[in-house]
């Protein structure tokens, strides 16, 4: 089949990978436009544009899919289906016809839960322990659209946003390569999405990394999971922000009933803080602004921490 890709960050280049290696033929890629980048806010291309560039496919980045350019575009590919990864914006619905097969996207879910721009992370600040990758047609919703193929991943322990995106890339560039080959085959019927279990996840904000510390142990450690490597997470210390990049659940938790913030203990193995109904994390690793990332026994040379002192 002949495939038109939409595409844009590193999470779709296993995908676009995956298709050139296939019997089917990717005749355009749709990305999104230079974007400044770095403290220079040097204009680059994202890293879908890179790899198709250096495989010689016709590349195009338009500001918006509004225009009738993206409509000719299309129809003059000769496109049999276009598959979507992580393109960054909604599919307008005239375009979604074009296709004889439509648009076939890539979501980091098991649909219909996670649906939204950010089911990697919320998977993981909801404390799943499985999730996975599903293949589905696209209509003019929300990631709505019909199912064609699922696979489960479980998520392994302590593992973070960073580590668990590119696993699930890999693992998805396979599934579209076998979505497409059945369709082809007309081997693969699409089936509606169950009605339960559907939630959608927003989309990330940086003052998501703001702790807040009456919440439980183990919400803040699957927020910090879900949070990294963005937004992350920060508390106010003695008027400063102080990033945090080890947290552990304390358990079972010290006995006391300091208010939630309040520092616990303090020594070379990690900051105990209080936090809601009775829990407590251990603060492993932290960033000072200005300053490098460190273990707490390093930062704690520098920085007398006392237990009753209060994080913000």
Aim: charge should be positive; proline fraction near 10%; hydrophobic fraction near 35%.
């Amino acid at each position: 089949m002949k495939i038109v890709f939409f595409g844009t960050p590193d999470f779709a280049v296993p995908t676009l990978e995956k298709l050139v290696e296939s019997r089917h033929e990717v005749t355009l890629v749709v990305s999104r436009p230079d974007r400044p980048v770095g403290r220079h806010q040097v204009l680059t291309p994202p890293p879908v544009v890179d790899v198709a560039r250096s495989l010689q496919i016709e590349c195009i980045q338009p500001n918006s899919l509004k225009s009738e350019e993206i409509d000719a575009s299309l129809r003059n590919s000769g496109v049999d289906a276009a598959v979507v990864v992580a393109y960054g914006k909604m599919i307008p619905g005239r375009l979604l016809e074009i296709p004889r097969h439509g648009f076939v996207n890539l979501h980091p879910s098991l649909l219909p839960r996670h649906r939204g721009p950010s089911p990697i992370q919320w998977a993981l600040v909801c404390g799943d322990r499985a999730t996975g990758v599903t293949t589905m047609q696209i209509d003019e919703g929300m990631d709505t659209g019909p199912l064609l193929l699922q696979h489960r991943v479980p998520v392994e322990p302590g593992e973070t946003a960073e580590m668990l995106a590119p696993r699930l890339a890999e693992i998805g560039a396979e599934l579209v390569v076998r979505t497409l080959d059945e369709l082809e085959e007309e081997s693969l019927t699409p089936r509606p999405q169950p009605s339960d279990g559907s939630n959608t996840t927003p989309m990330l904000r940086r003052n998501f990394a703001k702790v807040d510390w009456s919440m439980p142990a183990r919400q803040l450690v699957n927020r910090l999971r879900g949070f990294t490597p963005w937004p992350g997470l920060y508390t106010k210390f003695r008027g400063g922000r102080l990033k945090i990049f080890g947290l552990d659940d304390v358990k079972p938790p010290p006995k006391g009933k300091e208010k939630p913030g309040t520092v616990v203990t303090a020594d070379p193995g990690g900051v105990v803080v209080r936090c809601g109904k009775g829990t407590a994390v251990k603060i492993t690793e932290v960033q000072r602004e200005g300053r490098r990332r460190m273990p707490v026994d390093a930062f704690l040379i520098g920085e007398r921490v006392s237990r009753g002192e209060a994080f913000g």
